[in-house]
């Protein structure tokens, strides 16, 4: 059977096993389709099947979670952990907490951690969960008592050598503090159970910082590679969370000035360039709507729907709010505004046809796998400092985020160079990525079945 064809029978029987998983489906045709050349190189890896294997989590489970609100009424949730691939280390990866979540969300978002883990070099596998619960609008005590029952069943299946969750869209250091609060009540105080925890029991300064940062690190470089640079470029940022704030603290930084923040409602338009200090008032402070920056900042503008319809000229789109937000009609417009570059904080946030558009204007595209891995990146750093119980300094983690996202660019250019695609950075990220998990996963196993057949 050729490559092509054993990458397409993959993928007819993915679609007949799990036809209501439109996410993953998108997540894993997109890498499969990409890896062609690495399995004609690799024709031991179609022989092992890693393809079939790799597509499967190696457990799915999902869990009820029972909470009371402050009315007294017991709401009923549910809770995911997909752990989906251990070939190099103990699974990792977030949990995110949002109406939307369901089991073809969470698959998705594990299985592009499988391969985001790979490219940061760091002995980490592949995971995620979440529950569709909204944080929206719950109170302190409600949020506390959702993660205390959340945390009761997860706790089973979890540790610091087996799997370590964090963060995503909905859980940050508040519902951290209050899973591994209920963690250590149930199991005792194992520190590395959890990553983006609170510096005063056992996080990782620059955690909070990390995705973000690593964002533009990684930007940086794409943009080096191809004889541009970030100083004086505009950029839309989409977002206005974890991943948006600190893309465009260290994007102002570097003289980049970022025209725009959002959320799901719509977004804030700030000629002079977004005033992060404000956005970080309403959002971690006061857990408000983006819409007050404009009543707090002379000459800025709120405009309900997406940034992505927005007519404005700028020179970088980086999104960081959610799957599937930019789609290929706002994604076609994006030369015209005067776009060059496209790199994605968020998970999957381009739709296939946006990416088609990217390349076809001759837009670089850095994909999130390998232009958010930071994040990851620095749970992980955060996980050895746990092990040798001490802190290391803002800087040293900083300095070794920056190396790393030098390192996923490098590794992604060069993967894409030596199978005949230089500069398809998204090819370049999921061969680098597919490489070392296959390769563990075929001397875990199937090489001495193979010896013997
Ligand atoms: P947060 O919960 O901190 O912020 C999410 C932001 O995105 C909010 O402004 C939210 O607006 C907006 N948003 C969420 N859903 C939608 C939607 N359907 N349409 C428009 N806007 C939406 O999450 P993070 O910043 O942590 O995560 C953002 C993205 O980055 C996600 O894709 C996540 O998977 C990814 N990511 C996060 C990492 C991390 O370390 N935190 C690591 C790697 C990737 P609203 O308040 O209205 O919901």
Partial sequence: MSAASYVQSILTTLKQRDPNQPEFFEAASALLKTITPVLEKHPEYMKANILGRIVEPERAIQFAIPWQDDKGQIQINRGFRVQFNSAIGPYKGGLRLHPSVNLSIVKFLGFEQIFKNSLTTLPIGGAKGGADFDPKGKSNAEVMRFCQSFMTELSKYIGPDLDVPAGDIGVGAREIGYLYGQY??????????????GLSYGGSLARTEATGYGLIYYTDELLKANGESLA???????GAGNVAIYATQKAEELGVKVITVSDSNGYIVDENGIDVAVVKQIKEV?????????????????????????DLQYDLAL????????????????????????????????DPEAITAYTDAGILYGPAKAANAGGVAVSALEMSQNSRRLSDSFEKVDGQLHDIMQHIFKASADAAAEYGMAGDYEAGANIAGFLKVADAMYYQGMKVYLDIN
């Fill in 286 to 310: 006061e857990r408000g709507r983006i819409k007050a920056y404009a009543d707090r900042v002379a000459d800025s503008h709120y405009y309900e729907g997406s940034v992505w319809d927005a």
């Fill in 319 to 350: 999104p960081c709010a959610t799957q599937n937000e930019i789609d290929g009609t706002q994604a076609a417009r994006f030369k015209a505004a005067g776009v060059i570059a496209v790199a994605e904080g968020a998970n999957m946030p381009s």
């Fill in 184 to 197: 250590k009540r149930l199991k005792g105080a194992q520190r590395g159970v959890l990553t983006g925890k």
């Fill in 232 to 238: 004086g470029k505009r950029a839309v940022i989409s």
